[in-house]
């Protein structure tokens, strides 16, 4: 107790210093300085190092979880463009939305592929996969996601399968609340004899955790093991993966909020795919395919104080999928992007009985043309207008919009600024919680007659990057239509799975700048929505309407020298007013982390963190606990 008070009490103090830098250094942000420009030794190089806040770099300060080994999820939290409502920590189980949509709307793609959970939008975030495997991840809204996304009306986080290099690591820690973590990943590649230009690598990772949590019943235990064979042509790339993750943890009043229940989830999740990209036309073209199986299984219970042996919840879903996407280029002005998923789902369950079927069969086509105007050396205008058509076998198709134009100019130094104007549209089918829950259940009553949700998004917005800084803003305006969502009346404890037709109105700020030794990104974000439940009974709604109207992230990360640096991730935000949450309505969030890099040993580092270091109670879904504070301390080794 003595060292965590003490480590506690550090950070704080190292929290109020770099507070002061980093607020300095906000109010230059936007400001031109000569600093000098990032260099990264390779593609998987700031993997390891904890990237940058540079264009190319992660959005977030700290990428290292103070709660568990690191996930693709882990550094999400304060991600400008997406508000991730966890229970329990990140890692156990995190609800992503982007711009004011719901989790249900918001797809992860890997490579050609986009990794969905036909059972629930809570279950996406279930990825296998060591994030060293992947590169930063890029947020698609608007015509992008209409283009690229599959099942998403929100937005998508896309990811590429990284190049594999001869790199390791391995990491011990542990932490108050009996937290302990391990990992130890590998990295090899080799180049083929006879042919030279060809290489093969090979990577593995094995990951573990456990913790009786920060709040009690809040306990964990996880496991995750993956690996990956990789190919690499002149003009292609070939991955093989295979993944394994078990997570047990548990939490008050995780789905079943205010019933002072002490539910559990225990997740099997596997994913075997592969992914293949080649380039052609001197590399101006090129076309990704991917193939993936995956298998979810869910043992929920409700009450493990009190649990009933006659009423277990089991799910079993299962995905196989095929994707295509790519770009032809046809001459130096035109060209054709496209964008292609077949996926069948089924799903097993001793609870989820009461829909019309439990098998579908989802399908999209997206085709994008461009064309761009050479206005003089520098200044480019493109125009990009098509469709997609989506749909499954159950609930009809959909044919839909994609349109945007862009200005671009780009200097011979590579500095660029653009001002882009979109307008696109999109669809998804329900998932099988809403549809086959029981219709007259009490907490959850599902609703087998909804439809395909359906989205409409508006958007104006403008980017500006050069060596040392960067900005982005937009304004944008999105129709949801057919929204899914779990409403509730006077009664705000009977939710009922319902369509909600919602318009939101956003404004999105974000920069960054980097210094000799500091690095920041600071965002601002509101938003508006205006709801029509097509019921004067109904009185709220439990997902879609948790929003926050103001937030602003900070992040910092000073490195004074060779041995020290400072991470510093900071969340203010004030939520609209929901009638279900017991907490207060605004709240400030804080992660700070301490790396030192001993001289005499540069493989090795000794890192603590601190994680909601203002021991924050806010409810991130109304009526569940929130986390506690959670102190850190371990080392990696690299290799």
């Known amino acids: ?138 947020v698609y809204t608007g015509a992008e996601n209409a283009l690229g996304g599959f099942n998403s009306t929100a937005g998508t986080i896309a990811y590429q399968w990284s190049r594999i290099v001869d790199i390791g690591s391995t990491t011990i820690g542990g932490g108050n609340n009996s937290l302990n973590f391990q990992r130890i990943h590998h990295a090899f590649k080799h180049d083929f004899t006879k042919s030279p230009e060809w290489t093969w690598g090979a990577e ?49 009043e995780l789905y079943a909020a205010p019933f002072g229940s002490n539910e559990t989830e225990d997740l099997i999740t596997r994913l075997f795919l592969i992914n293949h990209k080649c380039t052609y036309a001197a590399e ?48 130096e002005a035109t060209g054709i992007h ?70 671009e100019k780009v200097d011979s130094n590579g500095d660029s600024q653009s001002i882009y104007l979109s307008y696109s549209e999109a669809s998804k089918a329900t998932g099988y919680t809403a549809l086959n829950s029981n219709p007259n259940g009490y907490l959850f009553a599902g609703n087998n007659a909804l439809s395909r949700e359906m989205s409409n998004n508006l958007e104006l917005g403008s980017q500006i990057n050069k060596r040392e800084w960067r900005f982005e803003g937009a304004v944008f305006y999105r129709w949801d239509k057919d929204l899914v969502d779990w409403t509730f009346g006077s009664d705000k404890n009977n939710r009922e799975a319902n369509a909600v037709d919602i318009d939101t109105f956003g404004i999105e700020l974000i920069a960054s700048k980097r210094w000799h030794m500091l690095e920041t990104i600071a ?47 900071n969340e203010w935000r004030s939520q609209a007013d929901n009638p279900a949450r017991t907490s207060g309505s605004q709240a400030l969030f804080t992660n700070i982390s301490l790396s030192i890099f001993p001289p005499e040993h540069d493989k090795l580092e000794l890192f603590v963190t601190l994680d909601n270091a203002w021991d924050e109670d806010y409810q991130e879904v109304p009526g569940t606990p929130g986390r506690g504070d959670q102190v850190s301390c371990g080392a990696t080794y690299r290799w």
């Open 523 to 569: 965002s601002y974000t509101f938003l508006d929505k205006n709801e029509d439940y097509g019921d004067k009974e109904i009185k709220g709604s439990f997902y879609a309407l948790n929003f926050a109207n103001h937030r602003i992230t900070l992040g910092a990360i000073w490195t004074p020298n060779d041995i020290v640096k400072v991470r510093l991730d």
């Open 204 to 252: 593995f990772e094995y990951s573990r955790s456990e913790s009786n949590g920060t709040i009690k019943y809040g306990d964990h235990a996880f496991n995750r093991s993956s690996g990956r064979f990789q190919l690499i042509g002149p003009n292609s790339q070939t991955d093989f993966f295979a993944g394994y993750q078990d997570k047990f943890f548990g939490w008050p």
């Open 1 to 138: 107790m003595y060292v965590y008070i003490n480590l506690k009490r550090m950070l704080t103090k190292t929290a109020s210093l770099i507070y002061s830098i980093a607020i300095a250094a906000l109010a230059s942000c936007l400001c031109h300085g000569e600093s000098p420009k990032a260099q990264y030794k390779s593609e998987n190089d700031y993997i390891y190092t904890l990237p940058t806040l540079t264009v190319k770099g992660q959005e977030t300060a700290n990428i290292r979880p103070a709660t568990t080994f690191e996930s693709v999820v882990s550094n999400l939290d304060f991600d400008p463009r997406m508000d991730f409502q966890s229970r329990n920590m990140a890692e156990a189980q995190g609800d992503i939305n982007i711009r004011g949509g719901t989790f249900e709307g918001t797809g992860i793609k890997v490579g050609a592929a986009t990794l969905i959970d036909p059972q629930t939008g809570h279950y996406t975030t279930e990825l296998p996969i060591a994030p060293e495997m992947l590169s930063e991840g890029r």
């Open 284 to 331: 101006k073209s090129y076309w990704e395919s991917a193939i993936y199986h995956r298998i979810n299984s869910d043992h929920y219970i409700y009450n493990r104080s009190a649990p009933d042996p006659d009423k277990p919840y089991l799910h079993k879903s299962k995905i196989t999928s095929i994707a295509l996407s790519g770009f032809h280029s046809i001459n």
């Open 338 to 407: 496209y964008a292609s998923q077949l996926m069948s789902d089924t799903i097993d369950s001793n609870s989820l009985t009461f829909g019309n079927f439990n098998s579908r069969t989802n399908y999209k086509l997206s085709v994008l043309p461009k064309y761009t105007f050479n206005l003089d050396k520098i200044d480019n205008l493109t125009l990009r207008a098509g469709v997609s058509y989506d749909g499954d076998n159950r609930k009809g198709n959909e044919l839909s919009i994609i349109s945007d134009l862009i200005w």
